[in-house]
């Protein structure tokens, strides 16, 4: 596990993480993970999509099929960072995921279903006049619906 081509961008790395789940290419995906990857989700039960995905629970046409509208780097430097992806999948099921990475290899792993997200970097130091958020999620909010909203720390 962990083990992928010392070029790639952390970006790159999270986008070949979902062009591999897309393919359904397992030992691509495996490759690109720590042994120990660390997982936390916020959202409904029935949304834990990716952990479903990695763990080989959720296979073939049934599985869900995470397409990123958004991908951006934030926080650290070099190969040790952090990743963030939004999408929507179908009309209601809004995702946000959080990727560490260290020494390019995917560490952690933060996913929030029909939640907007902030993410701050600690550390950096805040000015009056700069917005401290790092990223936002950009995700219109659904009809009828309010989404909860948090803050990850990086």
Request: with cysteine.
């Amino acid at each position: 596990m962990g083990k992928h081509a010392p070029f790639k961008s952390n970006r790159e790395v999270v986008e070949s993480l979902y062009a591999s789940l897309a393919r359904g290419d397992a030992a691509a995906v495996t490759a690109l993970l720590a042994a120990d990857l660390d997982w936390w989700f916020h959202g409904p039960r029935r949304c834990q999509h990716m952990r479903r995905l990695l763990t080989g629970e959720a296979m073939g046409s049934a599985a869900f099929r995470f397409t990123p509208a958004r991908v951006a780097e934030v926080g650290g430097a070099g190969n040790d960072g952090w990743v963030v992806a939004e999408g929507w999948g179908g009309e209601h099921d809004y995702w946000v995921h959080a990727w560490c990475l260290r020494a390019g290899v995917i560490t952690s792993f933060r996913e929030y279903f029909n939640t907007s997200v902030t993410v701050r970097e600690l550390g950096r130091p805040a000015k009056e006049d700069v917005v401290w958020a790092v990223w936002e999620s950009q995700s219109p909010r659904p009809r009828g619906r309010s989404m909860p909203g948090l803050v990850l720390a990086i």
